[in-house]
């Protein structure tokens, strides 16, 4: 019996377009090569589809030179990848897909969307769990239904932000300063700032604008940040409890992925059953938003107890993402905890 061909797919057009090469260059070497022909395609941040030739070139940046230009047919009937070179057509079959893409246009449910009409097993969630995972205000709507406490908020869309002094009046009726702004689907904490008194919130609705038309401006919940990992096929699974230690005054995204002094904590010390209350909330969660595969859920421990914050339904597998080292913990190396996520794509239609 030969080589399976497993598709992986990084790179994109999203504001994380460079965390999802970082978590790529992780993630390839550890496909087993004696079960999978792998096939690598980047997405440039204007929308190429290139074949990488190699790990290295994914690492430096190379790849996007690539004069192998791909695309993948939605015809069911193919399941293949067409590699277009000088105007010759490649075919390559394609048995599983592995999307290792974060925010918008991967993390979305858009290029799920493709692979179900490609009628070809994938890694992670499918288009509703994607969907409303990465919109953080209908994940809001979701997880009230569950009765689990969350932060309160006010949802403003862009166009609302012509009469700046409305959107800011409807702000501070429901909530005190200081606020958090975030973009409702962006990722990585990107265009997320916080606001202390007006001015700084009129400033912050601008930059959250910048990166989606939909915002949210949520209260501020001081309190220790908490990840747990879920992995999900026909058993859900949830891991311990990581605390992120911030460098800086919130985990944005340069704290999350560039500052050196922000870490981790795989054995925080936690009042009795908050560790079983989180692992209970994010499977619960999980299996709310009809998740698959993998996510990551992240709440706050605060004076009052547990508050839920948001779920990342395809989170960082990076050299420093919590994802990979909670499993890590548990004893799934990177090798098994990545076979086990393929195994989950091709039961995907039996579960």
Known sequence: MGKKVIAVFFGGQSSEHEVSCMSAANVIPCINDEKYEKVM??????????????LDSIRDGSWQKSDKSVVLSPDATRKVLYVIQNRAVEEIPVDVI????????GEDGTIQGLFELSQIPY??????ASAVSM?????????DTLGIRQAAYVAVNKKELCDMETVADRVEQ???????????????????????DRESLKQALILAAENDSKILVEET??????????????????????????????YDYEAKYFNEESRTDLSPVLPEGVEEEIRRNAVAIFNAVDGRGLSRVDFFLDQKGVVFNEINTLPGFTSISMYPMLWNKQGLDHKTLIQKLIDTAFTRKED
């Open 41 to 54: 395609i980047g997405i440039t941040k204007e929308g190429r589809w290139l074949l990488a030739d190699s």
């Open 98 to 105: 592995f999307p290792v893409l974060h925010g918008l246009n």
């Open 123 to 128: 890694v992670g969630c499918g288009v509703l």
């Open 135 to 143: 919109d953080k205000l209908y994940t809001k709507l979701i997880v």
């Open 174 to 196: 429901k909530l005190d300063y200081p606020v958090f702004v975030k973009p409702s689907r962006a990722g990585s904490s990107k265009g997320v700032s916080k606001a202390e």
């Open 221 to 250: 919940i001081t309190g220790r940040e908490l990840e747990c990992a879920v992995l999900g096929g026909k058993e859900v699974k949830a891991s311990g409890v990581g605390e992120v230690l911030s460098a800086a005054e919130f």
